[in-house]
């Protein structure tokens, strides 16, 4: 069971382990349990036969499970997985088989799990009662907890450089360094978006630096900036700052399509 906020790495996290494991050559297999409808999720994770339901293919499909036969299932935001569904699931992991919706025919899987959540879910036992107990403990056999960014800011400059690093290669643009200055004002900022959220900083910094060799303060967003120098910024509900971070995402699209330096003098300006 992996825990931690959103963007801390939980993902990349599970296929660390996964590519570690003697089920390496076996597929990895992820799926989000929040993104899925409700109604589809059985048929997703355990799959279906013929004539299961309208529009159900020819021949029926196998489910995540089947597909993950001899490697790993990544359930990602276990804690929104439909309350009835937990029932099959804890039924499923101690059967090690699954039987298709619409079917009767068990067919035996061998399937690590590797479950990830963001919310705690202690709380939602005690006090929602959303999510199965029997689940739980059948799940958290072993748990690691990934803290968040701001929690490790000596990880900030190292994974700037390797974010830095990874868009010269894409781009085939010089490779760029951050400023000790930047650096500095990345280490006292809260990253409530984590690992993601500093990705889509040196994303953004990167291609409004446009010639200079290195990061400087002026390339880095401007709620990030202020948030350092006012304390009250700091407090304001970080999800203003995501909308922030992710209007300034949607304008680096046009950036980037952009070479004419005036139209960037105008983004760089509105973005400030
Ligand atoms: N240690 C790391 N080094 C480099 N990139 C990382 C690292 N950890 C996370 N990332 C990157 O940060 C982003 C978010 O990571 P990931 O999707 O694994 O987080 P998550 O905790 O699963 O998020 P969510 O809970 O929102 O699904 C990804 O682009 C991932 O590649």
Redesign the pocket.
Known sequence: MLL??????????ARAIHNESARKERPFVAI?CAAIPKELINAELFGYVEGAFTGAKKGGSPGKFEVADGGTLFL??IGDMPFELQATLLRVLQEKEVIRVGGHRAIPVDVRIIA?T?KNLNEEIAYNSSFRSDLYYRLNVFAIE?IPLRERIGDIGA?SA??LHQLSVESGLPPKELSPEALKVLEQYTWHG???EL?NVMERAFYLSDRSAAIMVAHLPQYIVHSNHNQSAERQPHLANLADASRSLDNIKEIKQRSDDDDREFYIQALS
Request: proline content about 0%; cysteine-free; aromatic content about 14%.
């Open positions: 931690g906020e959103s963007g801390t790495g939980k993902e990349l996290f989000n990602d935001e990830a963001n990934l994974l390797y974010f984590n690992i993601r990705n």
